[in-house]
């Protein structure tokens, strides 16, 4: 097996790469990074690859190799914001840097399967700060649903990485001028904790009210993550593995939009 995992140094793309060599010991994995270090567990490594920059793709696509396996990990999007008040131009800019590259590379590439990685951004406390992003997530998923023989989704739970904590930094810093954000530094404010770790429980909370199954709940961890890239390295045929905590189940249909969402099909030109 021969698998390219974009975006490998971040924790998606090390969940992949682990899961990838248990499934197969003897996989070739290539990967990229933006930084000039090697990708940790890659054989071949392409270094400074940056999306933001117009040509930033060109090393990949040069690519001759023959992909079983495609993960198409970078995110980015105006975080911070709530959904609802996403502009046009802040999701074009995001589908530039997260799903056109991905879509791009599978046509010339033309892996024998493409994963891409979303998020839980229809339920109730990503809709207050997942801004344009969730728009992406929409696009990435309704891209799986119609094309399940090609793309596959991995709906993940909120982990923690460096990722997470600089979205909670940035709501702190936003709090003092955001009325979105006042409900939540209000119960902040009476916790007595630290904000990291007051939002990282208060991620948790919300997932178990709102996303939960029932059973047992904790926060998604990288072993939580790399289960899910197992399960779908087994043949999963479903365009949506979702993936919280332990707990792994699959769909065929896209979630129903909340009224937070009802531009969705403007503000991504359809």
């Not at 596959?152 to 923690?160: E, Y």
């Not at 940035?170 to 904790?193: C, F, V």
């Not at 779908?232 to 593995?241: D, N």
Request: glycine share 8%; charged share 20%.
């Amino acid at each position: 097996m021969k698998v390219l995992v974009v975006g490998g140094s971040g924790v998606a793309g090390q969940c992949a790469i682990r899961a990838v060599r248990q499934f197969d010991a003897q996989a070739e994995i290539w990967s990229s990074s933006s930084k000039s270090a090697d990708v940790p567990g890659a054989h071949h490594t392409l270094h400074g690859v940056d999306l933001s920059k117009a040509d930033g793709l060109k090393p990949l696509l040069a690519l001759t190799e023959k992909f079983d396996y495609l993960f198409h990990t970078p995110a980015f999007g105006s975080v911070g914001a709530p959904v609802a008040d996403a502009t046009k131009p802040e999701v074009e800019s995001a589908l530039q840097f997260c799903l056109e590259p991905m879509v791009a590379l599978t046509q010339k590439l033309r892996p024998k399967m493409t994963v891409a990685y979303t998020a839980y951004y229809f339920k109730p406390h990503l809709l207050a700060f997942y801004g344009a992003l969730a728009y992406v997530k929409y696009a990435t998923e309704k891209l799986a649903v119609e094309n399940p023989q090609q793309y596959k989704c991995l709906r993940i739970g909120s982990f923690v990485s460096k990722a997470t904590r600089g979205i909670g930094l940035l709501l702190q810093r936003m709090s003092k001028t955001a009325p979105h954000l006042k409900p939540l530094m209000d119960e902040y404010a009476q916790s007595g904790m630290k904000f990291s770790d007051f939002f990282f429980k208060y991620i948790g909370e919300q997932e178990q009210q709102n996303v939960s199954r029932g059973g047992s709940y904790h926060m998604t961890t990288e072993e939580d993550i790399v289960a899910a890239h197992l399960h779908l390295l087994k043949g999963e045929r479903s365009p949506i593995i979702n993936v919280l905590g332990s707990d792994i189940w699959t769909e065929h249909a896209l979630p129903e939009l909340p009224v937070e969402m009802a531009r969705a099909g403007e503000l991504l030109g359809k």
